[in-house]
Protein backbone atom coordinates (compact mmCIF):
# COMPACT_ATOMS: atom_id res chain seq x y z
CA UNK A 1 0.00 0.00 0.00
CA UNK A 2 1.22 3.34 -0.92
CA UNK A 3 -0.27 6.97 0.00
CA UNK A 4 0.39 9.98 -1.65
CA UNK A 5 0.16 13.49 -0.63
CA UNK A 6 0.63 16.30 -3.26
CA UNK A 7 1.71 19.87 -1.93
CA UNK A 8 3.36 23.03 -3.24
CA UNK A 9 0.22 24.51 -5.49
CA UNK A 10 -0.59 27.90 -5.60
CA UNK A 11 -1.30 30.62 -7.58
CA UNK A 12 1.52 31.76 -9.95
CA UNK A 13 1.05 34.62 -12.91
CA UNK A 14 1.87 33.36 -16.43
CA UNK A 15 5.29 32.84 -17.05
CA UNK A 16 6.05 31.59 -13.30
CA UNK A 17 6.79 28.90 -12.02
CA UNK A 18 6.06 26.42 -9.31
CA UNK A 19 7.27 23.31 -7.83
CA UNK A 20 5.02 20.66 -6.55
CA UNK A 21 5.69 17.70 -4.06
CA UNK A 22 4.53 14.37 -3.79
CA UNK A 23 5.33 12.59 -0.52
CA UNK A 24 4.89 8.98 -0.22
CA UNK A 25 4.26 6.61 2.96
CA UNK A 26 5.35 2.70 2.68
CA UNK A 27 8.53 0.99 2.32
CA UNK A 28 7.89 -0.15 -1.83
CA UNK A 29 8.09 3.74 -2.81
CA UNK A 30 11.11 2.81 -4.73
CA UNK A 31 10.07 0.36 -7.18
CA UNK A 32 6.82 2.33 -8.50
CA UNK A 33 7.05 4.26 -11.13
CA UNK A 34 5.44 7.93 -10.44
CA UNK A 35 3.77 10.17 -12.52
CA UNK A 36 1.96 12.93 -12.43
CA UNK A 37 -1.52 13.70 -14.41
CA UNK A 38 -3.85 17.09 -14.50
CA UNK A 39 -7.55 17.40 -14.20
CA UNK A 40 -8.81 20.67 -15.41
CA UNK A 41 -12.86 21.79 -14.71
CA UNK A 42 -14.79 20.07 -16.64
CA UNK A 43 -12.34 18.04 -18.42
CA UNK A 44 -11.22 14.86 -18.78
CA UNK A 45 -8.21 13.88 -16.92
CA UNK A 46 -4.86 14.73 -18.27
CA UNK A 47 -1.17 12.57 -18.16
CA UNK A 48 1.56 14.59 -17.65
CA UNK A 49 4.74 13.11 -17.30
CA UNK A 50 6.11 9.68 -15.45
CA UNK A 51 9.47 8.90 -14.07
CA UNK A 52 11.11 5.59 -13.93
CA UNK A 53 11.41 3.15 -10.56
CA UNK A 54 15.09 4.82 -10.49
CA UNK A 55 14.50 7.87 -11.94
CA UNK A 56 16.77 7.49 -15.17
CA UNK A 57 14.01 8.04 -17.89
CA UNK A 58 11.53 10.29 -17.96
CA UNK A 59 8.77 11.07 -20.17
CA UNK A 60 6.08 14.16 -21.16
CA UNK A 61 3.14 14.81 -22.60
CA UNK A 62 4.06 17.25 -25.69
CA UNK A 63 2.17 20.08 -24.02
CA UNK A 64 4.87 20.22 -21.30
CA UNK A 65 8.05 19.41 -22.65
CA UNK A 66 10.90 21.46 -22.07
CA UNK A 67 8.26 23.31 -19.34
CA UNK A 68 8.19 20.60 -16.64
CA UNK A 69 10.79 18.50 -14.97
CA UNK A 70 9.97 14.90 -13.31
CA UNK A 71 12.30 14.20 -10.52
CA UNK A 72 12.40 11.82 -7.93
CA UNK A 73 14.46 11.15 -4.25
CA UNK A 74 13.63 7.33 -3.04
CA UNK A 75 15.60 8.38 0.06
CA UNK A 76 12.94 10.73 0.83
CA UNK A 77 10.33 9.24 -0.68
CA UNK A 78 9.56 12.14 -2.52
CA UNK A 79 9.26 12.53 -6.14
CA UNK A 80 8.59 16.83 -7.64
CA UNK A 81 7.23 17.82 -10.81
CA UNK A 82 9.03 21.13 -11.59
CA UNK A 83 6.77 23.73 -13.73
CA UNK A 84 8.55 26.15 -15.43
CA UNK A 85 7.16 28.96 -18.02
CA UNK A 86 3.30 28.44 -16.44
CA UNK A 87 0.75 28.95 -19.05
CA UNK A 88 -3.35 29.62 -18.06
CA UNK A 89 -3.92 26.45 -19.70
CA UNK A 90 -1.81 24.76 -17.22
CA UNK A 91 -4.44 25.17 -14.90
CA UNK A 92 -5.66 22.44 -13.11
CA UNK A 93 -5.88 20.16 -10.21
CA UNK A 94 -2.52 17.86 -10.28
CA UNK A 95 -1.91 14.64 -8.88
CA UNK A 96 0.82 12.28 -8.52
CA UNK A 97 0.66 8.66 -9.06
CA UNK A 98 2.51 5.30 -8.72
CA UNK A 99 2.17 2.40 -11.02
CA UNK A 100 4.06 -0.96 -11.24
CA UNK A 101 5.35 -0.08 -14.13
CA UNK A 102 7.44 2.21 -16.08
CA UNK A 103 6.00 3.34 -19.57
CA UNK A 104 7.27 5.79 -21.54
CA UNK A 105 3.96 6.94 -23.02
CA UNK A 106 0.65 7.83 -21.41
CA UNK A 107 0.16 4.18 -20.65
CA UNK A 108 0.95 4.74 -17.17
CA UNK A 109 -2.55 5.82 -16.36
CA UNK A 110 -3.90 2.41 -17.11
CA UNK A 111 -1.41 1.34 -14.95
CA UNK A 112 -2.21 3.43 -11.71
CA UNK A 113 -2.33 1.53 -8.87
CA UNK A 114 -2.14 4.93 -5.88
CA UNK A 115 -2.63 8.37 -6.79
CA UNK A 116 -3.31 11.12 -4.48
CA UNK A 117 -5.59 13.82 -3.29
CA UNK A 118 -4.43 16.51 -5.78
CA UNK A 119 -3.41 20.27 -5.60
CA UNK A 120 -4.90 23.01 -7.01
CA UNK A 121 -2.31 25.12 -9.69
CA UNK A 122 -3.91 28.52 -10.92
CA UNK A 123 -1.91 30.44 -13.59
CA UNK A 124 -3.35 33.91 -14.44
CA UNK A 125 -2.66 35.78 -17.64
Known amino acids: QVQLVESGGGLVQAGGSLRLSCAAS????????MGWFRQAPGKEREFVGT????????YYVDSVKGRFTISRDNAKNTVYLQMNSLKPEDTAVYYC??????????????????WGQGTQVTVSS
Open 51 to 58: ISWSGGST
Open 97 to 114: AAAPVYYSSSAFMSELRY
Open 26 to 33: GRTFSRYA
